[in-house]
């Protein structure tokens, strides 16, 4: 059974930081690309950020600069560091196989003071 959970959302004023992270278990996590998409109330979802089996990284234009994806195949584990935050980075942020249907549940982004 596929799972991806993400954790490490939460509550952070504009110009804070927070790491999420997308644990997975039942793939073969090193084979696959994987990717952070968000999802702001009212909107799509969108892409934030790629990473290759590689570690070749690819970012939507709003995040440049500011969030870095990484992934550990040891830990089966993708990584979002988020830095300069801002408001309108709030969004439900989920995990995502690449070219699957495998999602995580989200976790809660809020950027507000």
């Known amino acids: 059974q596929v799972q991806l959970v993400e954790s490490g959302g939460g509550l952070v004023q504009p110009g804070g930081s927070l790491r999420l992270s997308c644990a997975t278990s039942g793939i073969i996590f090193s084979i696959y690309a994987m990717g952070w998409y968000r999802q702001a109330p009212g909107k799509q979802r969108e892409l934030v950020a790629t990473?290759?089996?590689?570690?070749?990284?690819n970012y939507a234009d709003s995040v440049k600069g500011r969030f870095t994806i990484s992934r550990d195949n040891a830990k089966k584990t993708v990584y979002l560091q988020m830095n300069s935050l801002k408001p309108e980075d709030t969004a439900v942020y989920y995990c995502n196989v690449l070219s699957t249907s495998y999602w995580g549940k989200g976790t809660l982004v809020t950027v507000s003071s």
């Open positions: 990473i290759t089996t590689g570690g070749s990284t």
